[in-house]
């Protein structure tokens, strides 16, 4: 089936560096995605969503890149402070369909 | 905070037995979908309702059962537990088609 991966399991950073954190996905027909994060004990937290008809989209600190022609998706995060450390999840929707997850990268911000 | 909150926090369950989760949905959304998240894995969709009906399942056996509420919150229910169903439990809100889903705090469920 259909599926949403991601290249790094973990990734360890330096406070104050600039992180990214990628995801593959194999829908080409899938029309939104989302990023979560996601700290220990507790449910996903929206970070930054994007439309497949967009390639960037920026909010506070973190910016989304979609690249459909290899179906890839990252989140970059600005100056990387403590309270960035979690996992990150890709969710991937498919319209009519729900939303699938990949695995998760655990970010580690090194100070 | 999201506005999607879910009861009890915690629960432990023997193998066997039934058990009961609740969600209420963030105001304006019509939309619940029920994750299972098993310890270091992603999210996993189990099945989704709106207005009332459900819309949408994953691959989970019919043992695992919901239902939604005239007000939009939802139940998650599941019977003869299996050790394997140790899990976060998660309930997300949306509005109508793909918009932004926001989870609630999930219940940890614990089966012995």
């Known amino acids: 089936g259909e599926s949403v991966g991601l290249h790094l399991p973990t990734l360890s950073v330096q406070e104050g560096d600039n992180s990214i954190i990628n995801c593959a996905y194999s829908?080409?027909?899938?029309?939104?995605f989302i990023w979560y994060k996601q700290e220990s004990g507790k449910g996903p937290q929206f970070i930054i969503d994007?439309?497949?008809?967009?390639d960037k989209r920026q909010g506070q600190r973190v910016t989304v890149l979609l690249n459909k022609t290899v179906k890839h998706l990252s989140l970059q995060i600005a100056a990387t402070q403590p309270g960035d450390s979690a996992v990150y999840f890709c969710?991937?929707?498919?319209?009519?369909?729900?939303?699938?997850f990949g695995p998760g990268t655990r970010l580690s911000v090194l100070p | 905070e999201t506005g999607v909150t879910q009861s009890p926090t915690h629960l432990i369950k023997t193998r066997g037995q039934q058990v009961t989760l609740r969600c209420s949905s963030q105001s304006g959304h019509n939309t619940v979908s029920w994750y299972q998240q098993a310890l270091g894995q992603g999210p996993q969709f189990i099945f989704q309702y709106y207005r009332e009906e459900e819309n949408g399942r994953g691959n989970f056996p019919p043992r695992f059962s919901g239902l939604q509420f005239p007000n939009y919150s939802s139940e998650l229910n599941v019977n003869a537990l299996e050790l394997d169903d140790s899990a976060l439990y998660l309930c997300?809100?949306?509005?109508?088609?793909?918009?932004?889903?926001?989870f609630g705090p999930g219940t940890r469920l614990t089966v012995l």
């Open positions: 829908n080409s027909a899938s029309d939104y």
């Open positions: 994007i439309r497949s008809n967009m």
């Open positions: 997300a809100s949306r509005g109508v088609g793909p918009d932004t889903q926001y």
């Open positions: 969710a991937e929707h498919n319209y009519g369909q729900n939303f699938v």
